[in-house]
């Protein structure tokens, strides 16, 4: 009994090393890959940061106010260009135009709370790569530093230097790539969270103020003038009274 329990357990081993061995290239594939998209988000985020550097809440109130003003007048173009200002970003210009465009009409709160509930989602999905590259990163470093470890220590054994080297060599340096893929989706992810959640208080913000009841109120007021009989003539109140004219 035991001889056959030693062959099975040797099975195992042996079926667990090739599955290792043969997860190297993958894995190194993928650290690349996962190295290549880091690159990317940071180049994304770099234009996101230089497209908010001139952002002033003096300029965002004045933008929210001129936009109702114009939305007062009737002029939807002059309040969208007003808005445009503000955006700094093509998902937060769409947003900004969903709400410009159901402003002051019935049920237009619904609609516009859905409007922001739809760009937060759409934020947490774009900050969702960067989130799952801070733990993909190491998790690749790691697996990429234990496979080659294998037949490094093979080679030690069998007292082949060059094997050993190598191996060594290439399980250090996947180690760092995912450390700095990491590190660098870590930090994007911190500060892409804050900016985007500052642009969901500017969209809010300017939601509130051209959503105003008062502003709907005056959208749909009637334009026709009031008769008012304090300021008639006295000729005119006595065609209107039933008595007749006052003698």
Same mark, same amino acid.
């Given at each position: 009994?035991?001889?056959?329990?030693a062959l099975g357990?040797? $099975?195992?081993?042996?079926?667990?090393?090739?599955?290792?061995?043969?997860?190297?290239?993958?894995?190194?594939?993928?650290?690349?890959? +996962?190295?290549?998209?880091?690159?990317?988000?940071?180049?994304?985020?770099?234009?996101e940061v230089r497209g908010r550097r001139g952002r002033r809440f003096s300029a965002l109130s004045g933008a929210a106010e001129g936009a109702s003003? +114009?939305?007062l007048a009737g002029? !939807? $173009?002059? &309040? &969208?260009?007003?808005?445009?200002?503000?955006? !700094?970003s093509p998902a937060m210009a769409d947003t900004l135009t969903f709400i410009l465009a159901h402003a002051g009409e019935q049920g237009d709160e619904h609609q516009i709370n859905k409007a922001l509930a739809d760009f937060d989602f759409d934020a947490q999905r774009r900050l969702g790569r960067t989130r799952m590259l801070v733990r993909a990163g190491p998790a690749l470093g790691l697996m990429g530093t234990l496979i080659p470890l294998s037949p490094a220590l093979t080679g030690l054994a069998n007292g082949n230097t060059t094997a050993l080297s190598q191996n060594l060599r290439l399980a250090f340096s996947v180690?760092?790539?995912g450390l700095m893929i990491g590190a660098v989706a870590f930090a994007i992810s911190l500060s892409r969270d804050r900016i985007y959640g500052q642009d969901l208080s500017d969209l809010q913000y300017v939601a509130a103020i051209i959503t105003d009841p008062r502003l709907r109120a005056a959208i749909h007021a009637d334009p *026709? @003038?009031?008769?008012?009989?304090?300021? $008639? @003539?006295? *000729?005119? *109140? +006595?065609? !209107?009274? @039933?008595?007749?004219?006052? *003698?």
């Amino acid at each position: 009994m035991t001889p056959i329990f030693a062959l099975g357990v040797h $099975d195992i081993d042996e079926a667990i090393f090739h599955v290792a061995s043969a997860l190297q290239v993958p894995v190194l594939v993928l650290a690349l890959l +996962a190295l290549a998209l880091v690159v990317f988000e940071l180049g994304s985020f770099a234009i996101e940061v230089r497209g908010r550097r001139g952002r002033r809440f003096s300029a965002l109130s004045g933008a929210a106010e001129g936009a109702s003003e +114009a939305l007062l007048a009737g002029d !939807r $173009d002059a &309040a &969208a260009a007003a808005l445009n200002q503000v955006s !700094r970003s093509p998902a937060m210009a769409d947003t900004l135009t969903f709400i410009l465009a159901h402003a002051g009409e019935q049920g237009d709160e619904h609609q516009i709370n859905k409007a922001l509930a739809d760009f937060d989602f759409d934020a947490q999905r774009r900050l969702g790569r960067t989130r799952m590259l801070v733990r993909a990163g190491p998790a690749l470093g790691l697996m990429g530093t234990l496979i080659p470890l294998s037949p490094a220590l093979t080679g030690l054994a069998n007292g082949n230097t060059t094997a050993l080297s190598q191996n060594l060599r290439l399980a250090f340096s996947v180690t760092v790539v995912g450390l700095m893929i990491g590190a660098v989706a870590f930090a994007i992810s911190l500060s892409r969270d804050r900016i985007y959640g500052q642009d969901l208080s500017d969209l809010q913000y300017v939601a509130a103020i051209i959503t105003d009841p008062r502003l709907r109120a005056a959208i749909h007021a009637d334009p *026709r @003038p009031v008769a008012r009989t304090s300021g $008639d @003539p006295p *000729r005119a *109140r +006595a065609a !209107r009274s @039933p008595r007749g004219p006052e *003698r």
